[in-house]
């Protein structure tokens, strides 16, 4: 069974420090990486998309992935009070259309 | 607009009445998908469809639901004889290819009393 483990937190940070979540998944046939932000009440919303070994950045965030350890992360730079929110990581594997959504960290930016 | 969109936002019903809930891809879209998210869970996956190939309900959790796409675009969701632990917020997202991510709808939050 295809598993994404995420540490539940709450993930607790200053103001202007730099956040690390991370994922870890079991299927080594997996292709696609997705990063999602549900704030409480609200529906996901897709931060990052990685599909290759590496770091990829985009503003204050950047995904890592590591396909031989079978993790990606995500950081997010000089955090914010407004990057508060449960950060779900999905797993595509090749060929199908389905992901497998870890049950997310919560972040906690404290002023 | 632009993105997923979902009808009604919020629903409030009594046990054992059925409720239709409604979904409108982004165009174009050829998959969507159906999940629910209860109070601070992960979401819960429930019904795929791709194009008009026949759907993978391997997540549907009982025979009262079911969900249906018509012409390859808008979906209903639909739950026959609800129970109170129906109660959630329900999902819908699409997506284009296969390697490339779901865009989410604001959900509906259905109430059972």
């Known amino acids: 069974q295809k598993e994404v483990e995420q540490n539940s937190g709450p993930l607790s940070v200053p103001e202007g420090a730099i956040a690390s979540l991370n994922c870890t998944y079991s299927d080594r046939v997996s292709q696609s990486f997705f990063w999602y932000r549900q704030y409480s009440g609200k529906s996901p919303e897709l931060i990052m998309s990685i599909y290759s070994n590496g770091d990829k950045e985009d503003g204050r965030f950047t995904a890592q992935l590591n396909k031989a350890s079978q993790y990606v992360s995500l950081l997010i730079r000089d955090s914010q009070p407004s990057d508060s929110a449960t950060y779900l990581c999905?797993?595509?594997?090749?060929?199908?259309?389905?992901?497998?959504f870890g049950r997310g960290t919560s972040l906690i930016v404290h002023p | 607009g632009a993105g997923v969109s979902q009808s009604p936002s919020n629903k409030v019903t009594e046990k054992g009445k059925d409720v239709e809930l409604r979904c409108d891809p982004i165009?174009?879209?050829?998959?969507l998908y159906w999940y629910r998210q209860s109070l601070g869970q992960g979401l819960e996956f429930l019904i795929y469809f791709q194009g008009n190939s026949a759907p993978d309900k391997s997540g549907l959790p009982s025979d009262r639901f079911s969900a249906e796409r018509t012409g390859g675009s808008v979906s209903t969701l639909t739950i026959q004889r609800t129970q109170q632990e129906d109660s959630a917020v329900y999902l819908c997202?699409?997506?284009?290819?296969?390697?490339?991510?779901?865009?989410f709808g604001d959900g509906t939050r259905l109430s059972i009393l």
């Open positions: 165009s174009g879209h050829t998959a």
């Open positions: 997202a699409s997506g284009a290819r296969e390697d490339q991510p779901q865009h």
């Open positions: 999905a797993v595509k594997q090749g060929g199908s259309y389905i992901p497998t």
